[in-house]
């Protein structure tokens, strides 16, 4: 490999902060919020042109999909950006469970309104490609922008990328899912055009469910309990298509659900691509996936048009910004999370929040249909190897199981508004994140309306 010697430079520093969150997704977003309402000078920082992460970016909009009747759900944040989206006309409800399905599109609009009302300093448009670290302690971070090289320095870091990238730059232990065990990537997509009688009626004339799922490229594991319940799942059309050859035989992989069908003929969160063997944290293998990804997205657009009632006359009516990335790095944590804190309904003396009993992910579906939940420890977003950082979302510690259900975009947000109390917390007791007074932090927890027991 050949290197290019960089001259020395001057960086100058735009900003210091009490709390810096970086990335805005669920977790981040959420961090961000709870943090400035828990008191601290807060600033969020995003690398694309708009807050929400998997919900906006990707297109992501089953916030909460895994609720139903029996569901002891979380509290907090997190529900709180259903909610907003709710009384915002940003959301339908959602086909298969007790909750809305969140608009992407109108949801960066709920998200910005969500920033501004908490005094949040947003930064958008800022990728970090370094970080200030000072005898194991992580001061801040290098950004690039069109604004040039910029360093920001905070007091307390939140590492919200989704990859733990902050994290690695700085030298913290992680692990990364070998690339022939990773969760596919997707690429979202939703359609125009539908003629939603038409399409509902064949819904209804050939109702798919859970047990539908296993078949094919796919294994599902189940309780059996979800075995017999509605799911929007479509898988025919694709097989038709592909025994009269406008797909590929060895793409049986193009199937999966649909989210909502609205009266004005869009029918969104098309969860069909299924990309195996992308690392997220690889750009050839992001540039792969994306193109790749739309090029099987427009096979299946053509599917449903020809096989589909209701959508003979649909069209592609916009992609996600960027891949779905299910899994790549996890920090070593000073407590990893196992499968059996997720089966089995783990309790924690250092509780942030709780997410009910619902796994999804490398093969295994389990829907928290009888009240079972779990709790969530602070102590799994506290990274080995580095100091005045904590690492939320999906890249907290834990294993196989485990990540499989807190990769979730509502339990991150739980992560999330944790982290952020954390944060503001141990700013002001003066206190390292490795000895803040866990009971401070479940008390304002509380106070924003969490559950955390």
């Given at each position: ?193 539908v003629d939603k009688t038409r399409f509902i009626d064949g819904v209804k004339a050939d109702p798919q469910t859970y047990a539908d799922w296993a078949g094919g490229e796919w ?147 389990i829907l928290p249909t009888t009240g079972r939940y779990f709790q969530l420890p602070y102590r799994a977003m506290l990274p080995k190897g580095i100091n005045n950082l904590l ?63």
């Amino acid at each position: 490999m050949r290197f290019i010697t960089e001259p020395a430079r001057e960086t100058p520093v735009i900003l210091s902060t009490d709390v810096l969150v970086v990335g805005s997704g669920p977790a981040g977003l959420a961090a961000a919020i709870a943090s400035a309402r828990a008191g601290a000078e807060t600033t969020l920082l995003e690398r694309y042109g708009c807050f929400g992460g998997n919900i906006t970016q990707v297109g992501v909009e089953g916030f909460a999909w895994y609720r139903h009747e029996q569901t002891v759900d979380c509290e907090g944040i997190g529900i709180e950006f259903e909610q907003r989206a709710k009384t915002m006309g940003a959301a339908m409800p959602e086909p298969q469970s007790d909750s809305h399905s969140l608009d992407g599109e109108a949801f960066k609009y709920v998200a910005d309104q969500l920033v501004l009302e908490a005094g949040i300093r947003p930064m958008l448009h800022r990728s970090v490609v370094a970080t200030i670290v000072n005898k194991g302690v992580v001061e801040g971070v290098i950004v690039e922008g069109k604004s040039g090289r910029e360093a920001i320095l905070a007091q307390r870091i939140i590492d919200a990328t989704g990859d733990a990238d902050i994290a690695t730059m700085s030298g913290a232990l992680v692990r990364k899912t070998p690339i022939e065990h990773m969760m596919a990537a997707s690429v979202m997509f939703s359609m125009t055009g539908v003629d939603k009688t038409r399409f509902i009626d064949g819904v209804k004339a050939d109702p798919q469910t859970y047990a539908d799922w296993a078949g094919g490229e796919w294994s599902i594991e189940t309780t059996g309990k979800e075995d017999k319940m509605f799911s929007p799942f479509l898988r025919k059309p694709f097989q038709q298509a592909i025994k009269a050859g406008y797909i590929p035989e060895n793409l049986n992989t193009i199937c999966g659900t649909w989210g909502t069908a609205s009266d004005q003929g869009d029918l969104t969160y098309l969860n069909l691509v299924h990309l195996a063997g992308i690392d997220g944290t690889n750009a050839d293998h992001l540039t792969q996936g994306e193109m790749q990804g739309r090029k099987q997205a427009m096979m299946a657009v053509d599917a449903l048009r020809r096989y589909s009632p209701g959508c003979e006359d649909a069209k592609l009516r916009n992609f996600g910004m960027t891949l779905g990335i299910r899994d790549t790095r996890k920090i070593d944590a000073q407590y990893n999370m196992t499968a059996t804190d997720v089966r089995e309904q783990g309790r924690f003396d250092d509780s942030i929040g709780i997410f009910p009993e619902f796994i999804d992910g490398y093969g295994i579906l389990i829907l928290p249909t009888t009240g079972r939940y779990f709790q969530l420890p602070y102590r799994a977003m506290l990274p080995k190897g580095i100091n005045n950082l904590l690492v939320t979302g999906r890249s907290t510690g834990g294993d196989r199981d485990s990540h499989a259900a807190v990769r979730n975009m509502m339990c991150c947000a739980v992560n999330g508004q944790g982290a952020g109390v954390a944060a503001a917390v141990s700013l002001q007791t003066d206190t390292p994140f490795c000895e803040v007074n866990i009971a401070d932090v479940q008390r304002q927890l509380s106070k924003q309306g969490a559950r955390i027991s």
